[in-house]
């Protein structure tokens, strides 16, 4: 069993930053790769970044490239993803997830959920 709380976003003008964080939250000790999607209204859900549970490496969609950095914490058992350089296309719910795949992109891949936080960005 795993739980994600997410905290974090907002709203900012576009240009700035915001952090948005997944605490994760787990029973057994499994090491899961977490990923953040987003949901922007009347849209699908799409991926935005990934990191791995072994050796941490990043996946990032070509959209963020640059912008978007996913880190990890695992003292903190937390995972955070910085957005600089917002821009109003970034407006979306994000959401947390987390799965077993080595590679987290694909929202079948997908073993949990979190909340799900609002970030909102101004033109």
């Known amino acids: 069993q795993v739980d994600l709380v997410q905290s974090g976003g907002g709203l900012v003008q576009a240009g700035g930053s915001l952090r948005v964080s997944c605490e994760v939250f787990?029973?057994?000790?499994?090491?899961?790769?977490v990923a953040w999607f987003r949901q922007a209204p009347g849209k699908e859900r799409t991926f935005v970044a990934a990191i791995s549970g072994i050796g941490s490496s990043t996946t990032y969609t070509e959209d963020v490239k640059g912008r978007f950095t996913i880190s990890r914490d695992n003292a903190e058992r937390t995972v955070y993803l910085q957005m600089n350089n917002l821009k109003p296309e970034d407006t979306a719910m994000y959401y947390c997830?987390?799965?077993?795949?080595?590679?987290?992109?694909?929202?079948?891949?997908?073993?949990?959920w979190g909340q799900g936080t609002q970030v909102t960005v101004s033109s």
């Open positions: 787990v029973r057994i000790n499994t090491r899961f790769s």
């Open positions: 997830a987390a799965g077993r795949a080595r590679n987290l992109f694909r929202i079948d891949d997908v073993n949990y």
